[in-house]
C-alpha cells in the first residue's frame, strides 16, 4: 500500500526528507517525487509549492503518475489563539475536518462550499487518533492568503468560530481527493498564531527552532493508519 506525502516548501521537505530510506527521484509535470520507505511504509513524497492551484496540480499529478491509497499534507500551519484545545506554537495539529475560508459560489451555496464538493471535507481517522499520535484535533481553514493580520483571523473566525490552524494548501488537496476518491489526512505542526504579537516574526524564527522531531511524527502516522 503506497502512500503519498505531499508538503508546500523546500524548508518542510528539508525536514521530512531525512526520514525516508531507499529515495529515489522521478520528475513530473514540474514536479520532483521522491520514492522510498518510512519504517516500513512505502512512500512517494512531493513538494507541491504555496497555494491552492499549486497544490490541487501537484495533488492530481501524484493521484494520476502513482495512484497511493491514502494521501498525507504535512508541513506547517498557523494556530488561531489560546483557547482550550486549540494548538500553540510548536504542537502538532490533526485535521478533523478542512474548509475554505476564501470561496463563495453564490446564492444557494454555503460559504467555504467548492461547486459540486461538501462545505466541509472529512478525515476518515478513528476517533482517539490524535491522542494516540500526541496530536490537538480540529477545524482547519485553507485559502490563498498568508495570515497575518489580526482582521484577516477574525473574518475567519467569523465564518468558523471552532477554527483551530490555517493554511494555504489543505483545502485545495483535500478537494482533489474527494475528486479522485483517495482518503486525505492532514497533520501539520503550528508555526505562530496571526494577531499574538509579531506573527511573522514567530513564522521565520520557527525554522530555527522548529526540531526534526516535529516533522519525524510523520513516521507515527503512518504506524498507525497501517
Same mark, same amino acid.
Given at each position: ?5 505531499? =508538503? ?8 521530512? !526528507? ?17 520514492? *522510498? ?20 496540480? +501537484? ?8 495512484? @497511493? ?11 488561531? +489563539?489560546?483557547?482550550? +484545545? ?5 504542537? $502538532?495539529? !490533526? ?18 462550499? #467548492?461547486? *459540486? ?6 478525515? @476518515? $481517522? @478513528? ?12 477545524? !482547519? #481553514?485553507? +485559502? ?9 483571523? %477574525?473574518?475567519?473566525? #467569523? !465564518?468558523? @468560530?471552532? =477554527?483551530? %490552524? ?7 488537496? %483535500?478537494? =482533489?481527493?474527494?475528486?479522485?476518491? =483517495? ?44
Amino acid at each position: 500500500m503506497k502512500t503519498g506525502i505531499i =508538503v508546500a516548501m523546500e524548508k518542510e521537505l528539508a525536514l521530512l !526528507l531525512p526520514n525516508m530510506e531507499d529515495c529515489s527521484h522521478t520528475s513530473v509535470n514540474g514536479f520532483t517525487f521522491h520514492s *522510498g520507505r518510512i519504517g516500513t511504509r512505502e512512500v512517494v513524497v512531493m513538494q507541491c509549492g504555496i497555494g491552492k492551484v499549486n497544490a490541487a496540480v +501537484g495533488a492530481l499529478t501524484l493521484i494520476d503518475t502513482f495512484h @497511493p491509497s491514502i494521501v498525507i499534507n504535512t508541513g506547517v500551519a498557523g494556530g488561531t +489563539g489560546h483557547d482550550e +484545545g486549540k494548538p500553540g506554537i510548536g504542537e $502538532l495539529f !490533526l485535521a478533523r475536518e478542512i474548509a475554505y475560508h476564501d470561496v463563495w459560489c453564490g446564492p444557494g451555496t454555503e460559504r467555504g462550499e #467548492a461547486a *459540486g464538493c461538501p462545505a466541509r471535507f472529512s478525515c @476518515p $481517522l @478513528p476517533e482517539d487518533f490524535g491522542a494516540r499520535l500526541g496530536a490537538k484535533e480540529g477545524l !482547519l #481553514a485553507s +485559502g490563498d492568503i498568508f495570515v497575518s493580520e489580526p482582521d484577516d483571523l %477574525a473574518r475567519i473566525k #467569523a !465564518l468558523y @468560530p471552532e =477554527v483551530a %490552524a490555517v493554511d494555504m494548501e489543505s483545502a485545495a488537496i %483535500a478537494q =482533489v481527493c474527494h475528486l479522485k476518491d =483517495v482518503p486525505f489526512v492532514c497533520m501539520r505542526v503550528i508555526s505562530d498564531t496571526p494577531g499574538d504579537g509579531d506573527n511573522i516574526s514567530q513564522y521565520e524564527n520557527f525554522w530555527t527552532d522548529a526540531p526534526a522531531r516535529t516533522f519525524a511524527a510523520i513516521r507515527s502516522l503512518l504506524q498507525l493508519i497501517s
